[in-house]
């Protein structure tokens, strides 16, 4: 079963415009962690904030987590076509021994 | 290119065949996971091996049959598949036990049943 849910499930944007993704989660996590996939390829990691972390920055990716919420969320900044893709997040239960993966957010970057 | 390899990239067989799908990895990770994602979905975990000893299997059907020889490979085999099971297969590895690490992907195995 999904821990997390992404929204928006798909977003459109113009190249240099800000996209942001949302997951919420519904129990307890260890950490959350967010993935990149284009099509016909495998996952790539982006990006992995703790549970007593509240934001974390990579490049042009920014990343904040509110546990009090159950919610997490993606930001890229100055976007490139080449940032088409889905993106997912993934959470490590605390009480669990897997990563489970939200339903992820397709996003389509216009050049 | 990725440091997960996986073979065959794709795959077409029968119901009756036998198959099965390899995975490598030299980054000296001891954890590997096999995954199975349909379109548009989120990948679905398969199974999960720690230090070469299987950890995890999600209640996948006996027609999925995972192995670990080694610390660097994985197989999944094949036998008797139903269309359904036609979907893309990834194959993941992090550093040491369990699934508190990033996890690195390859580029998947696309499998069609005929």
């Known amino acids: 079963s999904q821990q997390g849910e992404e929204d928006p499930q798909a977003l459109s944007i113009q190249e240099g415009e800000n996209a942001t993704m949302n997951c919420s989660y519904k129990t307890s996590i260890n950490n959350l962690q967010w993935y990149r996939q284009n099509s016909g390829r495998g996952l790539v990691h982006l990006i992995l904030?703790?549970?007593?972390?509240r934001e974390k920055h990579s490049g042009r990716l920014r990343v904040t987590l509110d546990t009090s919420k159950k919610s997490s969320s993606l930001l890229i900044t100055a976007s490139r076509a080449a940032d088409t893709a889905s993106y997912f997040c993934a959470t490590d239960e605390a009480a669990g021994n897997k990563l489970t993966f939200g339903g992820g957010t397709r996003v389509l970057v216009k050049p | 290119d990725t440091e997960v390899t996986q073979t065959p990239k794709h795959l077409v067989m029968g119901m009756t065949n036998k198959k099965s799908l390899k995975c490598e990895q030299h980054?000296?990770?001891?954890?590997m996971y096999w995954y199975k994602q349909k379109a548009k979905k989120p990948p679905e975990l398969m199974f999960v091996y720690s230090y070469e000893k299987l950890s995890i299997n999600e209640s996948v059907p006996s027609r999925f049959s995972p192995e670990c020889p080694n610390s660097s490979l994985l197989n999944l085999h094949l036998h008797a598949l139903q269309p359904e099971d036609s979907a893309l297969y990834l194959c993941?590895?992090?550093?040491?036990?369990?699934?508190?690490?990033?996890?690195?992907f390859g580029d998947g195995t696309r499998l069609s049943i005929l």
């Open positions: 980054m000296g990770h001891r954890a």
């Open positions: 993941a590895s992090s550093q040491g036990r369990g699934v508190k690490q990033p996890q690195h």
């Open positions: 904030i703790r549970s007593n972390e």
